[in-house]
């Protein structure tokens, strides 16, 4: 990316970058984030929902009925992706 301007930078680098830079984590339905992870390893951490199209209160639902298993990814140093229904 030397050289190169922010604005011709892809969004999804952008983003990664970013999180890796800042100690966070991805949450994305984009599956390019997935993939990215899948190649790349962590950081940042990536939880990848797999759901259609639907309403961030069903995203936030999604994720709060997962909160075990986003607790579990955490601690786990090797985890580099999450798939949630």
Request: net charge positive; glycine share 4%.
């Given at each position: 990316m030397c050289g190169t301007s922010t604005s011709q930078v892809p969004t999804t680098i952008r983003y990664w970058d970013y999180a890796k830079e800042h100690g966070f984590w991805i949450v994305s339905k984009d599956s390019d984030f997935h993939q990215?992870?899948?190649?790349?390893?962590?950081?940042?951490?990536?939880?990848?929902?797999?759901?259609?199209?639907?309403?961030?209160?069903?995203?936030?639902?999604?994720?709060?009925?997962?909160?075990?298993?986003v607790?579990?990814?955490?601690?786990?140093?090797?985890?580099?992706?999450?798939?949630?229904?």
């Open positions: 990215r992870s899948f190649l790349r390893g962590h950081p940042p951490k990536v939880i990848w929902l797999r759901l259609g199209n639907c309403s961030t209160t069903e995203l936030a639902r999604t994720l709060r009925a997962n909160l075990k298993l607790a579990e990814f955490e601690l786990h140093e090797m985890a580099s992706f999450l798939i949630l229904p």
